[in-house]
């Protein structure tokens, strides 16, 4: 089935990386995503890497993909007070759905 | 500019009065998705529009129903809304296969 778990809490210091980390299980998914959510807001797209891609970096982010493993990473470069919010990994599944992991919070202390 | 719009962002409404929840986007994406999502939860499916073609996800409960009258409006209708359906509503656009852009979600709380 299509399944992504993420791990639930990160906790960083300001001007640390951090490095939010997923799991999924459809290996025919063509793209997967990086959403932020802030409080009470809707889902911001972040960034989004191509199934034959091994990595992607923009700006401070930092995607990797791990295609057998099933295993996908942000990582948030000199994190920052406003980068404190929830983190959703999502694949697209071969049936053109959006699946989402639970979500990761990261706090970021300064 | 906000490119995918949702009314009201906030609703409360009575245990069991119909509601609808609006969306519209000004990026002219075929493909138009609700998503309930609750506290500390994933996003959830409920049904998208590939044009005018409706897919509803099979666990969606059938107080929940869809319109969507033209490319640019989708709308959400709860028949009877119960404490369990208390959740944020999110609505997103794409093209076919490519990355969706999301509403800043309606908040329904029901009393």
């Known amino acids: 089935g299509e399944d992504v778990e993420q791990s639930l809490f990160l906790s960083v210091r300001e001007g640390d990386s951090s490095v939010i980390n997923c799991t999924y299980t459809d290996s025919s998914s063509t793209y997967l995503y990086w959403y932020k959510q802030e409080p009470g807001a809707g889902l911001q797209l972040l960034t989004y890497i191509f199934s034959n891609m091994d990595m992607k970096q923009d700006q401070r982010l930092t995607v990797l993909l791990n295609k057998k493993d099933k295993h996908l990473s942000l990582r948030i470069a000199d994190t920052q007070t406003g980068d404190s919010a929830i983190y959703f990994c999502a694949e697209r599944s071969n049936t053109g759905k959006l699946i989402f992991g639970q979500g990761t919070t990261l706090q970021v202390k300064p | 500019d906000a490119m995918v719009i949702q009314n009201p962002r906030y609703q409360v409404t009575q245990f069991g009065k119909p509601v609808t929840l609006s969306c519209s986007q000004t990026?002219?994406?075929?493909?138009m998705y609700w998503y309930q999502q609750k506290s500390s939860q994933a996003p959830k499916l409920l049904f998208h529009y590939y044009d005018k073609d409706f897919n509803n996800e099979a666990d969606t409960p059938d107080n929940f129903q869809s319109r969507r009258p033209n490319t640019s409006f989708c709308f959400l209708d709860i028949r009877s809304p119960g404490l369990g359906d208390a959740a944020m509503y999110l609505c997103a656009t794409s093209r076919f296969g490519g990355e969706a852009f999301f509403g800043q979600g309606t908040r329904l709380t029901v009393v």
């Open positions: 990026l002219n994406h075929n493909v």
